[in-house]
């Protein structure tokens, strides 16, 4: 597999009694020239919906989509697919518990 790069533009609101934020990212692959050596994802979206039900919780509804560019076989790209998502929820969960 060849290394990848992804320009990415990330919006972020917010409700005026911060319980609801909404981060939407997109994928940006024309904005800036490709790199030797790079693959450009050409597609990518993401969007996190946090909203924070009591003062002690949080929720967060998570969605994904990507073409990774390139000859990847679908089975790589899916057995990838929910490791990312899972391994930064586990790394956020520890640093809001601290």
């Given at each position: 597999?060849s290394n990848?790069d992804?320009i990415?533009h990330?919006?972020?609101?917010?409700?005026?009694?911060n319980?609801?934020?909404k981060?939407?990212?997109?994928?940006?692959?024309?904005y800036i020239p490709?790199?030797?050596?790079?693959?450009r994802?050409p597609?990518?979206?993401?969007?996190?919906?946090v909203?924070?039900?009591t003062?002690?919780t949080?929720?967060?509804v998570?969605?994904?989509?990507a073409?990774?560019g390139?000859?990847?076989?679908a089975?790589?790209?899916?057995?990838?697919a929910?490791?990312g998502?899972?391994?930064?929820?586990k790394?956020?969960?520890?640093?809001l518990r601290n």
């Open positions: 597999m990848r992804a990415v990330l919006k972020i609101t917010k409700d005026s009694l319980r609801f934020v981060i939407t990212a997109i994928g940006e692959p024309g490709e790199k030797t050596g790079k693959v994802v597609q990518f979206g993401a969007q996190w919906d909203t924070m039900p003062a002690k949080i929720h967060i998570y969605t994904f989509e073409d990774p390139g000859s990847v076989p089975w790589v790209v899916n057995s990838f929910d490791k998502p899972l391994e930064s929820f790394k956020l969960e520890k640093i």
